[in-house]
């Protein structure tokens, strides 16, 4: 066993290696969808109680709660299960640009440090 023997991974069989390459994005499929869902079902939520609201004078009132947007738990769950699925992707593909830019490894260019001048 040499040194560089030690710093590869061991092999693994070709389906087990298929399947680990297919399960990050997977995951981060699953987020996604998943997170999709729940931001469509949360919308549909009819009336949410959202506790105490003080009087306000109706002179007063005009236009105080225009802008007012009330999200559900489930859509703030789903919003984070959206954002961690894309993250999960984005990594994802990013390993995989980087994986098919890299140059080959040769003996005589690790050997020589890899930029390919002796050492």
């Given at each position: 066993?040499?040194s560089?023997?030690s ?37 549909g ?18 236009g ?28 994802w ?17 690790a ?9």
């Amino acid at each position: 066993m040499t040194s560089d023997d030690s710093l590869q991974p061991p092999a693994a069989s070709g389906g087990v290696r298929r399947l680990l390459q297919l399960s990050v994005p997977l995951a981060g499929a699953v987020l996604l969808i998943a997170g999709i869902v729940l931001l469509v079902r949360g919308a549909g939520v009819g009336t949410v109680n959202f506790g105490f609201v003080g009087y306000i004078p109706v002179t007063e009132a005009d236009g105080v709660f225009d802008g007012l947007v009330l999200v559900s738990r489930s859509m703030q769950v789903g919003a984070l299960l959206v954002l961690a699925g894309a993250v999960v992707l984005a990594f994802w593909v990013g390993l995989q640009a980087g994986r098919r830019h890299r140059p080959p490894v040769t003996p005589a260019s690790a050997a020589s440090g890899g930029d390919g001048q002796p050492a």
